[in-house]
Nanobody, 125 residues
Framework: EVQLQASGGGLVQAGGSLRLSCAFF????????IGWFRQTPGKRREGVSC???????FYADSVRGRFTVYSDYAKNTVYLELNSLTPEDTAVYYC???????????????????WGQGTQVTVSS
């Protein structure tokens, strides 16, 4: 059974940093993408970043240069480092797995088959 577990959220002041983790289990796929999304109440989930099994990375314009996605596939874990946080980054952050494609649809939440439970990031001003 495929499972993803996101963790690492919390409360941080503007300008601060957090590191989110996404541990995944039950993978038997050679090619996959792990995406990070975020969502605030009343809004659609927004694609934030993605890393493929080949190590290719993608970022939304709103976070490029501030967020970094990287992997430790030996530990079945993907990380999202959040730096220079602003109150606009406040959201529930989710990780998700697309096991059918290698990043070409990374922004599309409908492309992901498996989702973690979400972790809250709150940035105070």
């Amino acid at each position: 059974e495929v499972q993803l577990q996101a963790s690492g959220g919390g409360l941080v002041q503007a300008g601060g940093s957090l590191r989110l983790s996404c541990a995944f289990f039950g993978f038997t796929f050679d090619d996959f993408s792990i995406g990070w999304f975020r969502q605030t109440p009343g809004k659609r989930r927004e694609g934030v970043s993605c890393i493929t099994s080949d190590g290719d990375t993608f970022y939304a314009d709103s976070v490029r240069g501030r967020f970094t996605v990287y992997s430790d596939y030996a530990k079945n874990t993907v990380y999202l480092e959040l730096n220079s946080l602003t109150p606009e980054d406040t959201a529930v952050y989710y990780c998700a797995a697309d096991t059918t494609d290698n990043g070409s649809s990374w922004r599309d939440d409908a492309a992901y088959q498996f989702w973690g439970q979400g972790t809250q990031v709150t940035v105070s001003s």
